[in-house]
């Protein structure tokens, strides 16, 4: 069976430096093992029978034939759940397998067992499910009415999973100049090139091991251990080769249909979804609805934000309630606005269950909060971002939570930055094909071809909120190896392409200087580490592993007193006084003793905000980016091609450079994404287009040149002032993109993405 291993970095390199990753070499050669790349002796492959229908009810399920197919070694239902056939990330209201109803197409039904994974899947489709097709309810809004009906039924709040409210200010202000607008967002998917995919091995002690790719082993866990009937002992997950997440693997997928099958079998199962059945099998972001009014003085100063934001959660409640949480408590944007009055929904629907995906809710307001910002400088004959620059949010602004930012906020900075980039060169004469839209499908020669700049700047939360519980834990252990000290680092924190790995070894060598660290495979062998989400990890579990390693050089002080040193620190490889002067070799110190610690590190408590006004320290950190895009649009035939992206972002402390560019690079990528191309397209609760060949994502040739400046200003409530850096990119690229259409069209554009019968008036 393929296993994790410890990667051990002789790389040097600590915080602030950019040393390659320790499975770089691996992956770029193909040689990295996924969790697709799992295999035991012995094993068993898993399908899931899902229900084709949006809405039915289940009448009746016959396996019979399904049974009688050579090599099925078990074909499963609800019936054979061996704990609670119900699960939830945040509420637990999605069942294991359906029961009497399914709530959206691609709901699993039934789960099988074959020696080959064909044999698995013909015999899923020889099980017969009776459905009694009901109209599925589809439109969000409509979802909220009192005479729609309820899907689930005994909730509280009807369709309606949450329901937020921001109360700032005024009730009723007056201003000068007002502007509206309604705003909607499609449906993004995360679209991550390794689909979902593990393996289950049933272990003797009447237990199972999960060699997964997620985000969060012990959240996992945790609702495995509900379903199985098993306690936390008895069910170990072992983190596996993660072919990006963005999100959409924080929610399970097949972890528990795979432990299902492999406890009633006594073999390992292995299960790989195609890339359609992912489509089905993860959440998605929450396509969105929202109306916006804005009012300002004549001069420019916001003097009020209006705003109802309806997001689209799908048939479960996944992470609804906290999206809807972000989307309300950061949209008024990074701005200084007396009075705020916002509704944010989050609504139960039969389309597909939406949940996580970078930006968290934060992308959706920001589309439109600036695109209210773009029609607010026109009706005041303003320049858009002279409007943003003089509203811009700094250090001592109180957010519309009554919530005050006492971290550096250089939203003007940021703005100015971008502004003042050098402009890409204006075409002239004949151009290349390939520098045009449309590319080189030869549909223009620069007929018709116009070009636009725009501007978009956004607020995103770092880390978890409004009261939860959020820390991380870490192990690190020092000892002599060989001759050499080394330090071997242990947590639970989901790699998933960031960069964490290298990371958690930049600050053990920083923090306890040692060059040879080891880091030690993820898995619930250890305290939790939360989730690889919310740009949190640096923070969270990067302040975890300095607190574990602080405590280490405190152990190895000890020792270095008990001979005789009086030393006060680490350096090098050796242990020094507080001048830097060299008292002993680390090796010589340790000797045969290991110094090991184990910290549960959390950071400043955020608190719940009040459910009638919003009011409350929601959020522990707040970062900013701003871009410039540059487009040239074919306005005859709708086709866009984005010339430029620049960007600015502030991220407290520039951990690892070159990882940080990486990911304001695929950030914005993302943002480009939503703006001009991604959508799932779903039609009275059906997908229709489960596939890469229909459901677009930029590739290299889509991606254009960035400028990117990043700012370090220090956030002095963070380790080594960091922020996260992952998701702000997200958020602003989209606006700004969509902004500089309408500048080259004169297009109104309220929708996401655009298409070219946007831009045409088709």
Not at 45 to 52: E, F, I, K, Q, V
Not at 271 to 296: D, K, N, Q, T, W
Not at 499 to 513: F, H, P, S
Not at 716 to 721: C, E
């Amino acid at each position: 069976m393929t296993t994790t291993q410890p990667l051990v970095s002789n790389i040097t390199g600590g915080v602030g430096d950019s040393p390659l990753r320790p499975d770089g070499a691996q992956k770029t050669r193909g040689e990295f093992a996924y969790s697709s790349d799992l295999w035991a002796d012995d094993m068993l492959w898993g399908a899931t029978l899902r229900s084709p229908h949006p809405y039915a009810r289940i009448t009746g399920v016959d396996i019979t034939e399904a049974l009688k197919v050579p090599g099925v070694h078990a074909v499963l239902t609800h019936e054979d759940v061996p704990g609670d056939n119900i699960y939830g990330l945040e509420h637990p209201d999605q069942p294991v397998l359906a029961v009497d109803v399914v709530r959206y197409q691609g709901e699993p039904v039934a789960i099988v067992a074959a020696d080959h994974p064909e044999t698995a899947r013909r015999a899923a489709d020889r099980i017969a499910v009776d459905y009694e097709v009901l109209t599925p309810v589809t439109d969000a809004e409509a979802a909220m009415r009192p005479d729609s009906p309820v899907l689930h039924p005994g909730h509280e709040g009807g369709n309606v999973v949450r329901h937020a409210p921001i109360r700032f200010g005024e009730e009723n202000p007056v201003a000068d100049v007002v502007v509206t607008g309604e705003y909607t967002v499609g449906m993004q998917d995360q679209a991550f090139l390794g689909p979902e995919s593990g393996l289950a091995v049933p272990a003797e002690d009447g237990g199972v091991d999960l060699y997964i790719a997620t985000q969060w082993l012990h959240a996992d866990q945790r609702q495995l251990t509900g379903a199985l009937g098993l306690g936390e002992d008895k069910v170990r997950l072992h983190l596996a080769g993660v072919g990006g997440a963005f999100g959409a693997r924080e929610d399970l997928s097949m972890q528990i249909h795979a432990c299902m099958l492999a406890l009633h079998t006594r073999k390992p199962v292995k299960i790989v979804y195609g890339r359609e059945e992912s489509f089905f099998g993860h959440v998605h972001r929450h396509p969105a609805l929202m109306r916006y009014e804005h009012g300002a003085t004549r001069d420019g100063d916001l003097v009020y934000v209006k705003a109802e934001i309806i997001l689209d959660g799908g048939a479960y409640a996944s992470t609804t309630a906290a999206v809807t949480g972000n989307a309300v408590t950061l949209g008024a944007g990074p701005y200084r606005v007396p009075n705020v009055h916002v509704d944010g929904y989050g609504v139960y629907t039969n389309n597909p269950p939406c949940g996580a995906m970078r930006g968290f809710g934060a992308v959706q307001a920001c589309f439109a909060y600036e695109s209210q910002m773009d029609k607010l400088a026109e009706a005041l004959g303003m320049d858009p971002v002279d409007l943003r620059i003089r509203n811009a949010a700094e250090r001592g602004t109180t957010m519309p939570t009554g919530q005050v930012i006492d971290a550096p906020a250089p939203v003007a900075e940021l703005l100015e930055r971008v502004r003042a980039k050098p402009m890409p060169a204006e075409p002239t004469g004949q151009r290349d094909l390939r520098e045009l839209p449309g590319g080189v499908s030869n549909t223009t020669h620069g007929e018709g071809v116009v070009r636009g700049v725009g501007y978009g700047v956004g607020i995103k939360n770092v880390g978890f909120s409004e009261g939860f519980d959020d820390y991380s834990t870490a192990r690190v252990r020092l000892e002599v190896i060989a001759g050499e000290p080394v330090v071997s680092v242990h947590t639970a924190a989901a790699e998933v392409g960031q960069g964490l790995v290298t990371l958690k070894a930049q600050i053990a060598r920083t923090e306890l200087g040692v060059q040879r660290v080891q880091i030690q495979p993820s898995n619930t062998f250890v305290g939790s580490a939360g989730s690889s989400s919310a740009s949190r990890q640096s923070y969270v579990t990067g302040g975890a592993v300095r607190a574990a390693c602080e405590e280490v050089r405190s152990g190895v002080l000890e020792l270095a007193a008990a001979r005789g040193i009086a030393a006060t620190g680490l350096a090098g490889g050796k242990v020094v006084s507080a001048t830097n002067e060299v008292l002993a070799d680390l090796v010589d110190v340790l000797g045969d003793e290991v110094v090991e610690r184990t910290v549960e590190w959390r950071h400043r408590p955020t608190h719940p905000i009040d459910p009638v006004t919003g009011q409350g320290f929601a959020h522990v950190q707040h970062a900013f980016a701003a871009h410039r895009a540059v487009v040239d649009v074919d306005v005859e035939l709708g086709l866009v091609r984005v010339v430029e992206l620049a960007c600015a972002q502030d991220v407290g402390k520039a951990m690892n450079p070159d990882a940080v560019l990486g990911q304001i690079q695929g950030g914005s990528a993302q943002g480009l994404g939503l703006a001009v191309m991604e959508e799932i397209q779903v039609v009275d609760g059906k997908v229709r287009n489960p596939s890469f060949t229909d459901y677009l994502i930029p590739t290299v040739l889509d991606m254009p040149p960035m400028e990117i400046d990043v700012l370090e200003r220090a956030d002095p409530h963070a380790p080594y002032g960091l922020r996260g850096v992952g998701e702000p990119p997200t958020l602003s690229s989209t606006p700004a993109i969509v902004a500089a259409i309408r500048a080259a069209t004169g297009m109104a554009l309220s929708r996401v993405p655009v298409r070219p019968e946007h831009i045409v008036g088709a």
